[in-house]
């Protein structure tokens, strides 16, 4: 059974148990954070620990995230992950315990931090060359999707309206502009051109979308962070997604057509086989 932190305790993860008054459970009011390491390390964590700074300061949870790393390192360890090629934590942060009031606890109360690790499991390449399809859904989250939220409801809403389309990822659009998918970033080609929304409060900032507009640079790959409207989304020569627990997934379809050729593109495939060589480095 794998080991989880909550509290300060390293506990199996049946052991592991919050208050039903956690403002995470009532409200949804805590963010959240989820790290790669690869060969047992991790992998941009000053970045990751800065949104996650961010996030806590916007919506006015006290808490030092800083010493989260160990406790990273610590659940890779403890969970046989620091020796794996690839693994991701991933932890939350609530406002804490205190009975049902929507304004914040007044004296404030301790949050309540929660973290586990997990394996990643890269699709095999065979996989990856297939690519995903995708299907398009209004954007119905609140006006701050920078901020990493746990309250996911409209990602959970516009991923399963994914799975029940039979599709692999559901593509969020707001007054006619792609904007990110339910889980990742959201990047297009046209003739050679990489675009990708611009960083504002209606998409999360992705540490991943920031490593691959780098490493499109180093490659001499043109980049424009801009609006996408979907209408132009559908004419993209390639689209992928970026994230995380994604790294790099071309996107062959698009509600019901073909992007492009129908078939994963070149610089999805080079800039995949650079990230690769990134995280590995
Ligand atoms: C809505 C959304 N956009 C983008 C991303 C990708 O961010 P990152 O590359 O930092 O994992 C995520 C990751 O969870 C996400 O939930």
Redesign the pocket.
Known sequence: MSVVYLNGDYLPVGDATVSVNDRGFLFGDGVYE?TPSYGGRLFRWEQHLARLKTGLAAIGIDFDAAALEQVKEELLARNGLDGVPAAYVYVQVTRGTAPRTHWFPDPPVAPTVYAFANRFMRPAMAEWRRGVSAVTVPDQRWAR?DIKAIALLA?VLAAQAAVEAGAGNAIFVRDGIAL??????LFAVFGGVLATAPKSNY??H????DLLIELAGEMGIPVEERAIPLPELTRADEVFF???TTEVRPVVEIDGRKVGDGRVGPVAQRLYERFLEAVEA
Do not use: C, D, K, Q
Request: hydrophobic share 30%; no cysteine; aromatic share 0%.
């Open positions: 989820v999707a990602n990110e998918g339910s889980h990742n970033n998409i999360l992705g540490i991943t979308r970026s994230g995380t």
